[in-house]
């Protein structure tokens, strides 16, 4: 056989292999896309829908094939996985799972679900320790009280050890899970109501720290009766005005008597299922990280603010989350700070409860970068129940 023959043949199968290796990878992304849309429960509309989603959730698998290369060459402290919301491209993602609103005492932030103007009423409050109006906020018989000299009675001793005390050190470590004082991992859907599940883990602890007991509360109940002009059912809320709404209500209702639907309708809370209330809320500091640790600590769970936006967040799968691209200003997911530790490698973290399901994370959890500069901003906006 000639040379020049000998090259055609040569050529003519690893073009028949190239084919066949093609083939055998489009089968077997085929069988993984299958099998992603059988596991989440996924159907889609038409079949123009099913090939656009296919094609968004191909590159979401090469993003974090990309990003898992780079955690193994030791670039990177955390890995991402495929997950329920694989089929989605990022901004959809966003619209649908962050939800949080910085107070506007400072820069009104947007909840990424819609274009929504900022309210033209505002509170200021003072902040003895630095130049923002972040100061420890303090409501007190259903007033806006903002005076700290004003605080007593019970809460007193819950707010006093986040100044700074050698006898109120704080343990090396917490976690409110082995304590019992934690719920389930719950799922907020395609509604921005993460306001409301961080508000309720918050009194949930609350309520376990002075009764003993568990109980889960209705998300559902926040999201249909707290009306203010920094809450907005599904475009995102505040965690604050939750609180205050708990307070002033005398209550609000268990999970059981008043379950999650994922949509805004008319307000139905019953006094008859009331299960927690609270007197108030605490502010910590903007940027204490202290101050968190030791509210965690002596407190409970703390509900906080945090920077959400990025894309491999949407696919976080464990170890400690530290993007140096996250900013402590544009907040817009609301989460539950339930402990802090520090790994056997030495690296400091939040442990944080989301509300995206149990699949997403580390059981529904993720370690978020301790002493890291604020890392995010969890400390940007982070306060407690009273």
């Avoid at 100061?135 to 009675?153: E, M, P, Q, W």
């Avoid at 007991?213 to 505040?238: A, H, I």
């Avoid at 949407?314 to 691209?325: A, H, L, M, P, R």
Wanted: glycine share 10%.
């Amino acid at each position: 056989m000639k040379m020049t023959e000998c090259l055609v043949v040569a050529f003519g199968l690893l073009f028949t292999l190239s084919i066949t290796v093609g083939n055998l990878i489009e089968s077997s992304l085929m069988e993984e896309w299958n099998q992603f849309k059988e596991l989440h429960g996924k159907e889609y509309g038409s079949d123009a829908e099913d090939s656009f989603r296919r094609r968004v959730w191909m590159r979401n698998v090469v993003k974090i094939a990309e990003h898992n290369l780079r955690y193994y060459q030791a670039d990177l402290s955390y890995t991402l996985a495929m997950n329920a919301y694989g089929d989605l491209l990022h901004r959809e993602f966003l619209a649908t799972q962050a939800g949080t609103r910085r107070r506007p005492r400072n820069k009104f932030i947007t909840s990424l679900v819609a274009d929504i103007p900022a309210p033209t009423t505002a509170t200021n409050r003072t902040n003895n320790n630095s130049n923002h109006t972040d100061g420890n906020h303090l409501i007190i018989n259903g007033s806006n009280n903002y005076d700290n000299s004003t605080r007593g009675g019970a809460s007193i001793n819950r707010t006093r050890v986040l100044e700074a005390s050698p006898s109120y050190a704080p343990p090396e470590s917490v976690d409110w899970r082995q304590r019992g004082g934690v719920t389930e991992v719950k799922r907020q859907g395609a509604c921005g109501s993460c306001w409301a599940f961080a508000t309720t883990g918050a009194v949930e602890g609350l309520h376990f720290i002075q009764t003993g007991e568990l109980v889960s509360l209705s998300e559902q109940n926040l999201l249909d009766c707290v009306n203010t002009p920094n809450v907005r059912g599904c475009n995102g809320g505040v965690m604050d005005d939750a609180f205050v709404y708990i307070k002033n209500n005398g209550g609000i209702d268990t999970e059981e008597s008043y379950p999650y639907e994922g949509q805004k309708g008319e307000c139905r809370y019953r006094p008859e299922y009331r299960a927690a209330t609270d007197a108030g809320f605490e502010d910590l500091p903007d940027g204490d990280e202290a101050a968190l640790q030791r509210a965690v600590a002596f407190n409970g769970p703390v509900a906080a603010g945090v920077d959400a936006t990025h894309a491999d967040f949407q696919f976080y799968s464990d170890g400690v989350y530290k993007n140096e691209n996250c900013t402590k200003e544009f907040l817009n997911h609301g989460v539950l700070v339930v402990g802090y530790g520090t790994t056997d490698e030495g690296e400091d973290f939040w442990l944080i409860k989301n509300s995206w399901g149990e699949e997403w994370g580390e059981g529904g959890y993720y370690r978020l970068a301790r002493n890291a500069n604020n890392m995010c901003g969890v400390t940007s906006e982070a306060s407690f129940p009273l």
